[in-house]
């Protein structure tokens, strides 16, 4: 799966490519060697788009529960 912490960052860097092929997604992440530094074949990995809009949903639902319950200590 992809690093959702730093996507933008991998982006600007062209650390990571996101192609749509047909109806599918699909992601390329440069790798490189941790002995030499030099690049070797990228990691390419398949996205699945409502599988990504489940876990937004589900993150989207933790953060409003976050909310309630620092309202709530916040009211104490």
């Known amino acids: 799966m992809v690093n959702i912490s730093?996507?933008?960052e991998n982006l600007k860097a062209g650390l990571m490519?996101?192609?749509k092929i047909g109806n599918s997604y699909a992601v390329s992440k440069?790798?490189?060697?941790?002995e030499t530094g030099?690049?070797?074949?990228p990691e390419v990995?398949?996205?699945?788009?409502?599988?990504?809009?489940s876990?937004?949903?589900?993150?989207?639902s933790a953060a409003n529960?976050?909310?309630v319950l620092?309202?709530?200590l916040k009211s104490l």
Do not use: C, G, T
């Open 30 to 34: 440069k790798r490189f060697d941790p």
């Open 55 to 60: 876990q937004k949903s589900k993150l989207l």
């Open 6 to 8: 730093n996507v933008e």
């Open 45 to 53: 990995q398949a996205l699945d788009l409502a599988d990504l809009e």
């Open 38 to 41: 030099k690049e070797v074949e």
């Open 65 to 67: 529960q976050i909310e």
């Open 17 to 19: 490519v996101f192609v």
């Open 70 to 72: 620092v309202a709530h």
